[in-house]
């Protein structure tokens, strides 16, 4: 079979999900390695933790592909006795290189959003808003819901620990909008474009105000549930394009999330 090096990789990522679609702040792709590096095995996972950097060690990867960036700003020092200088160390040290995709993978066709639509079950879905690109997306239910009733069934199919609804007044949910993460921000464009729910993570206090305000239903999911389904769909699609390369795929499949209902 053929080989494959970091740089093959990281192609087949950006055909997934294009650098031109991340956002101006953001810091996705080949974070730490060598392009040039031959590729056996890829761990593919959401975060570059501690343990699965142990994880990836054990498997004997040469290459972490993440949705979050492990240096997402500038800095100015790698101290092995801090949190991020003593993972960048234990990356280097193990030939370790890291690939991220994060907003890039949040906008495409395919990717985070489009992942988390399909999981909710919505149908007839399309970007919200009349952008060329947008991370949100906007999709109909297959049938009318209460808010309660959605919320419950978000947790179901995401396997949520803790779900949060901001219940906006006595209406259904029938169309839908989803922004994976933090996406609070799209909340009132949502519902400008016909939403009565929308699916998110990281709302605040008056993220929730305001919701309630606009008549418009908030289902907070949390960051890590909303996201965590692409890991497999990213390690599926390098499974195929990478198919004819001779290279292994695994993924994360322990990750939790930080928060937890006590």
């Known amino acids: 079979m053929r080989k494959c090096n970091v740089q093959m990789v990281a192609e087949v990522v950006n055909r997934l999900a294009p650098r031109r679609l991340a956002e101006e702040w953001d810091n996705p792709g080949l974070l730490i390695g060598d392009p040039t590096t031959e590729v056996k095995k890829i761990f593919v996972c959401l975060d570059v933790l501690d343990d699965k950097i142990s994880q990836a060690i054990e498997l004997d990867a040469q290459l972490i592909v993440a949705h979050h960036p492990l240096i997402f700003r500038a800095i100015k020092n790698v101290r092995f006795d801090l949190p991020l200088g003593n993972k960048i160390a234990r990356l280097i040290k193990n030939n370790l ?86 996406g609070a921000d799209f909340i009132q464009k949502a519902k400008f474009f016909g939403a009565q729910a929308f699916v998110t993570g990281d709302v605040k206090y008056h993220d929730a105000q305001a919701a309630v305000e606009n008549e418009i239903h908030v289902v907070d999911a949390g960051h890590f549930a909303t996201e965590f389904p692409i890991v497999h769909v990213l390690a599926e699609y390098l499974r195929d394009e990478l198919k004819d390369f001779d290279v292994e795929i695994f993924e994360d499949t322990s990750a939790k999330d930080f928060f937890a209902t006590i």
Do not use: W, Y
């Open 97 to 182: 290189a890291v690939f991220a995709a994060h907003t890039n993978l949040d906008t495409a066709t395919g990717g985070v959003n489009d992942v988390l639509s399909e999981k909710i079950g919505l149908v007839d879905v399309k970007l919200l808003g009349e952008e060329e690109f947008s991370m949100c997306r906007l999709g109909n239910l297959k049938e009318p819901l209460t808010a309660a009733d959605f919320a419950r069934h978000v947790k179901k199919v995401l396997n949520a620990d803790n779900i949060r609804l901001v219940d906006a007044g006595n209406f259904l949910i029938r169309k839908v909008g989803v922004c994976g993460g933090a």
